[in-house]
């Protein structure tokens, strides 16, 4: 690195579609702080030299990770939140006190501040989906005492797995089977993204109470949240966990919370 300016980056193969630049330095320039936010492509061979080169590059301040990289590079950073045991990946990097550098997961927190002020102890859930973004959501379930989860995924015993590894009690169900009554409702599975299946679920048996949370942002207005708007249901869509994501991680790269009082302006840019 040539030039002296402090920035942080995200890293992923492939890197071009990430929105994480559009944020932080939509957060950066509010604040005015002198610094930048980039996107770097990081091949899975390349990952070991990216890891070395940024750990004696005394501007960087971080990384946000992203597919395919948040379980390599949990070999190559300490843990001192136990993230590997807890959410199992990690999707960002930053450094410690004395330099070192660390890794921790912001899906979890992301994904709960939106839905913070919710009353959930005792309440059941149901999440659609077993894979990454499902785990950031279990952990943060499982941290706030929610009643019976109920997972639905295509890979059954996937998802009795998590229930285990999370302490929560509930069950797994496969697609298309009828839904439990439930106080929220999470889509955390790949169906509705564009260029994937529809998630085709029955919303009629869900309490006139129940939140509908799609972690889908691309398309924003999934069909699913349409449906549950169509039968007058809380929504809250997945630019919320986006921003909620990258709200934990701004604190960490660069010491101060973001103006979150931007966040519409933000959403209209990050829809553009
Ligand atoms: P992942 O680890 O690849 O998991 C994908 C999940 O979707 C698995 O449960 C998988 O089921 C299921 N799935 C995929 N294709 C399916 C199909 N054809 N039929 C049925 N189930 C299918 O992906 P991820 O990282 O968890 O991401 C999941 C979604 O969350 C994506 O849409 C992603 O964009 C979104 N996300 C959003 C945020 C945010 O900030 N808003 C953050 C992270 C992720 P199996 O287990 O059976 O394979």
Known sequence: MTDTLSYAEVIGDPIAHSKSPIIHKFWLEKLAIEADYRMFHV???ELADYIA????????????????HKLAVMDHVSDPGDVRASIGAMNTI??????DLFGTNTDAGGFFAPIADVPLTGQDVIVIGAGG?????????????VGSVTIINRNVLKASALLARFG??????EHGSALPPARLLVNASALGMKGQDELLVDLSSLPDDAIIY???????????????????????????MLIGQAAVAFEIFFGQAPPLEHDEELRKLLLA
């Open 94 to 99: 930053a450094r410690t006190e004395s330099g």
């Open 53 to 68: 080169s940024r750990r004696d590059d005394p501007h960087w301040q971080g990384c946000n990770v992203t597919i395919p």
């Open 133 to 145: 973004a499902a785990q950031a959501v279990l952990f943060a379930l499982s941290r706030i005492d």
């Open 168 to 173: 929560l009690k509930g069950k797994a169900l």
């Open 214 to 240: 799609d972690l889908v942002y691309v398309p924003l207005k999934t069909k699913l949240l349409v449906a549950a708007k169509a039968r007058g249901l809380e929504t809250i869509d997945g630019v919320s």
């Open 43 to 45: 091949k899975p061979d």
